[in-house]
């Protein structure tokens, strides 16, 4: 089992920034790779970015591109959102997810994004 704890979210004005943290326990050596999906009110989950468990690769939606980065601390098994250039159309609730083998096996509980024009 893995465990992922997001903190980080909050109200900000657009043009803003924060910084997403994920806390992953548990069977942390099983992930194969890191994700950060996003959900606003009354729409589907999507992916933002992710990275592999090593760091070396990460993927962006276009969406983001340019303006949020996804990076890792191995040591504190935490991976970060750091989200700048904030819009309101950024506004939602930010899940990050663990992946073991093919799927996102794991998800955490989210935290709230709002961005405020």
């Known amino acids: 089992q893995v465990q992922l704890v997001e903190s980080g979210g909050g109200l900000v004005q657009a043009g803003g920034s924060l910084r997403l943290s994920c806390a992953a326990s548990?069977?942390?050596?099983?992930?194969?790779?890191m994700g950060w999906f996003r959900q606003a009110p009354g729409k589907e989950r999507d992916f933002v970015a992710a990275?592999?468990?090593?760091?070396?690769?990460?993927y962006y939606a276009d969406s983001v591109k340019g303006r949020f980065t996804i990076s890792r601390d191995n040591a504190k098994n935490t991976v970060y959102l750091q989200m700048n250039s904030l819009k309101p159309e950024d506004t939602a609730v930010y899940y990050c997810?663990?992946?073991?083998?093919?799927?996102?096996?794991?998800w955490g509980q989210g935290t709230q994004v709002t961005v405020s024009s």
């Open positions: 997810a663990a992946k073991i083998m093919g799927e996102y096996d794991y």
């Open positions: 548990g069977r942390t050596f099983s992930i194969s790779a």
């Open positions: 990275i592999n468990w090593s760091g070396s690769s990460t």
